[in-house]
């Protein structure tokens, strides 16, 4: 039996009057595939800052291996790797020197740091970029990067914000092939926020998020028989507007 | 995590900010032109009228080993702090603009806590100031600017705390600023008033004469005490009231700052990022 790699129970949060997260309750397994479906503004990143403790969560639980994340922040961001929706890496450093300060905020030794950012890069055909600074790639290959780094440290959850914004096509096929090939191989699970109907994986696992609630959290394909649609989109609507 | 593993973090942190200082190396001219200027054009302009004499029955305010000195010479230290100041407000400018965009997340997100993430990026910022500093000392020659040799070594504490003191000011700014906009208010509100009811310019005793309010107002100016202990440690000697008051308003800054990142009570909790 996989055990949880994150737990989130009756999650409220509120910005204000405004009320951005209503009752959420989510888990996740080793190897589980979820996409975070929701239209701009329905939670998901406010969801993502409570996860990594960018802020405390104001009612419920958020358990990542175990691990609350207000009373053992530690041991629960140890776990976690993070592609934020904006860019985060340095565009003056080089990819090697991003690398190793992410590698460095984790506690790692810089040769340790070197040997992982090479196996990430090289699973990426990207190896030949390390001495790069970051201005000179493209796009998709900085979200690239960014994947890269939030593997550094070898976490057991991976969370994407909206990783494939302002990233072409053919970088987007990339990097969902390369987080679907993660899973597999390395039991990783992943948490997938977008707003992008297409980058939903029929096999996986779908949340839809629509102002601050979770309308729906199951298998895409155990959705779209309960829903009787013939794809997401049509799922998605059947959520959403009725 | 282990005390090793502090200090690989640590050292990242500050070796990361000593990059961006190389690779930004405008943002370091363009902080030493502001003090040179002031240097070059304003204290000698004032230099001819303006020589600050030993205050009478005060010898404990006066470090310098004559009685009267230059004006370019008594303000070289408030210069020097306010390198340090305008250092520590681009820091917390810039950990704004982090903020906006993101990259402050990849800090924020570390295992490490985040009072220790805070402080090793404020150690990194007050190393980059007190280069800056040297930088400032060498080029003052040229307007003999010319502390004893064991002032170059004892200035150094004296940079740390009061660097340390006016970083953690910026950085609990930079946590109640909600957007960069709102940045230039920092400047009209806290750098400008901080700056010129101080010490840098004009002795306290002379403000004394003209406006007894203005005088207290000044006496209990963190900026002023930071402005005395690098004084007085330029000569070699010790200001212990500007070394207490310098902790004392190290330890709120400090204090201030960690709370308005603290992930659960703090103005960032407050507001999204």
Request: charge should be positive; charged fraction near 20%; include cysteine.
């Amino acid at each position: 039996m996989n055990s949880s790699a994150l737990t989130i129970k009756t999650l409220n949060h509120n910005f204000g009057n405004l009320r951005a997260l209503d009752n959420v309750n989510i888990t996740l397994n080793e190897g589980d595939y979820s996409i975070l479906l929701g239209l701009n503004g329905a939670g998901k990143t406010t969801l993502f800052s409570l996860i990594t403790r960018l802020y405390d969560n104001q009612t419920g639980s958020i358990e990542i291996f175990s691990n609350n994340i207000k009373k053992n922040p530690s041991k629960a961001l140890a776990n976690i790797g993070v592609v934020f929706q904006q860019p985060t890496v340095d565009l003056d450093l080089t990819v090697e020197q991003n690398l190793q300060y992410h590698a460095s905020l984790h506690g790692m030794r810089k040769k340790l740091a070197l040997d992982n950012a090479l196996t990430e890069l090289s699973r990426q055909n990207m190896e030949d970029i390390l001495k790069k600074k970051i201005r000179e790639l493209s796009g998709g290959q900085r979200r690239r990067v960014e994947i890269v780094r939030a593997l550094m440290h070898n976490p057991k959850l991976l969370l994407l914000d909206e990783p494939t914004v302002g990233v072409d096509i053919e970088s987007r096929k990339l990097i969902v092939k390369h987080v679907k090939s993660l899973c597999k191989e390395k039991k990783l699970a992943v948490l997938w926020a977008t707003h992008l109907i297409d980058e939903v994986d029929q096999d996986g696992k779908l949340i839809v998020l629509h102002q601050g609630k979770v309308l729906a959290n199951n298998l895409v394909k155990n959705i779209l028989k309960k829903t009787k649609s013939k794809n997401v989109s049509n799922a998605f609507d059947y959520f959403t507007k009725n | 995590m282990c005390i090793f593993q502090y200090y690989l973090c640590f050292k990242g942190i500050v070796f990361r900010e000593s990059l961006r200082f190389f690779y930004q190396r405008e943002r370091f001219f363009s902080a030493l032109v502001r003090p040179l200027v002031w240097l070059a054009i304003f204290a000698v302009g004032f230099r001819s009228f303006l020589g600050v004499s030993r205050p009478l029955g005060e010898p404990e305010n006066w470090p310098y080993p004559v009685s009267l000195v230059p004006y370019e010479l008594y303000i070289a230290a408030g210069l020097i702090a306010m390198i340090q100041l305008f250092n520590g407000m681009q820091s917390s400018l810039s950990m704004v603009y982090d903020r906006e965009m993101g990259s402050m997340r990849t800090l924020l997100v570390s295992p490490f806590p985040r009072s220790f993430l805070l402080a090793s990026k404020l150690v990194a910022g007050v190393s980059v100031s007190i280069l800056q500093v040297f930088a400032f000392l060498t080029i003052a020659l040229f307007w003999n600017i010319e502390p004893p040799l064991i002032g170059y070594l004892t200035v150094i504490p004296a940079l740390f705390l009061s660097g340390m003191m006016l970083g953690a000011l910026g950085m609990f700014l930079s946590s109640a600023i909600k957007q960069l906009e709102n940045f230039a208010g920092v400047m009209n509100f806290v750098i400008f008033p901080m700056f010129f009811a101080s010490s840098a310019l004009y002795p306290l005793w002379k403000i004394r004469e003209s406006s007894e309010i203005l005088f207290y107002f000044c006496s209990y100016n963190p900026f002023t005490h930071a402005v005395e202990l690098i004084r007085f440690s330029l000569y070699g000697q010790l200001n212990e009231k500007s070394l207490i008051f310098v902790l004392i308003f190290l330890l709120i800054f400090l204090m201030l700052a960690i709370y308005g990142y603290d992930p659960s009570k703090g103005i960032i909790a407050k507001k999204k990022v």
